[in-house]
Each structure stands twice: as structure tokens, then as C-alpha cells.
């Protein structure tokens, strides 16, 4: 059961960071954090005018690593 507990975590972690791509909540110290904790090697990209986030996304690059011996 214990296995299981950090695939859950992970799925909780990309869906928590889904969640801010939407509400274009980037900009921000703990999307940093959340972002190494998922391992995202993406590009998070935000359009700014005239001081108002207009769109916000992110291009696929969430690679898991799995440890292998």
C-alpha cells in the first residue's frame, strides 16, 4: 500500500498544478516549488497586457523518472 502513496502524491501534485495553469497562478513562488516536486521540464508560458495575465498554458514536458537499478 505504501507504493501507491507517492503515485497518489505525484497525481495530486500535476493536478494541483493544472489547477494553476487555468487560474493563470504562475507567477509565483510556490508554482516554482510545485514544479520541481513534479519533475516538469515544460515551458510554462503567460501573456501579460497592460498589467492583466490574458492567457496562460504550458507546453508538455512532465517526465517521470523512475529508479532503476
Known amino acids: 500500500m505504501e507504493a501507491a ?5 505525484e497525481e495530486e501534485k500535476f493536478a494541483e498544478f493544472r489547477r494553476k495553469v487555468r487560474a493563470a497562478e504562475l507567477l509565483s513562488a510556490a508554482i516554482e516549488r ?6 516538469f521540464t515544460g515551458k510554462l508560458m503567460v501573456v ?6 490574458l492567457k496562460s498554458g504550458y507546453e508538455e514536458g512532465y517526465f517521470r523518472q523512475d529508479e532503476k537499478a
Do not use: F, K, T
Open 34 to 39: 510545485l514544479l520541481r516536486e513534479i519533475g
Open 5 to 9: 502513496l507517492p503515485a497518489a502524491s
Open 48 to 53: 501579460v497586457q497592460n498589467g492583466r495575465v
